[in-house]
């Protein structure tokens, strides 16, 4: 059974820095390229970031420079460090496996909410 379980979410003021992680379970976690997506009120899940097994990076325009994804693949775990948070990146921040860059996978996790507000 594949579980991916996000922590890490929070309040934080406009300007200010969170650090997500996703641990996994139930997949050969270093096969498998990770991504970051997520949904803020009223929008569509958006691809944030994406890690592939080799570490290569890909980014979302809108958070390049900001945010920096990476894997722990002893810990089966991936993360995303978020810096210069705006009010813009309010959203449900949802940890996925297997996807390529263009499409997620099929295993999610249960989100975690990351509210910038002063």
């Known amino acids: 059974q594949v579980q991916l379980v996000e922590s890490g979410g929070g309040l934080v003021q406009p300007g200010g820095s969170l650090r997500l992680s996703c641990a996994a379970s139930?997949?050969?976690?270093?096969?498998?390229?990770m991504g970051w997506y997520r949904q803020g009120p009223g929008k569509q899940r958006e691809l944030v970031a994406t890690i592939g097994r080799g570490g290569t990076t890909n980014y979302a325009d809108s958070v390049k420079g900001r945010f920096t994804i990476s894997r722990d693949n002893a810990k089966n775990t991936v993360y995303l460090q978020m810096n210069s948070l705006k009010s813009e990146d309010t959203a449900v921040y949802y940890c996925?496996?297997?996807?390529?860059?263009?499409?997620?996978?099929?295993?999610w996790g249960q989100g975690t909410q990351v509210t910038v507000s002063s």
């Open positions: 139930g997949i050969i976690f270093s096969t498998y390229l």
């Open positions: 996925n496996a297997g996807g390529n860059l263009i499409l997620p996978g099929s295993w």
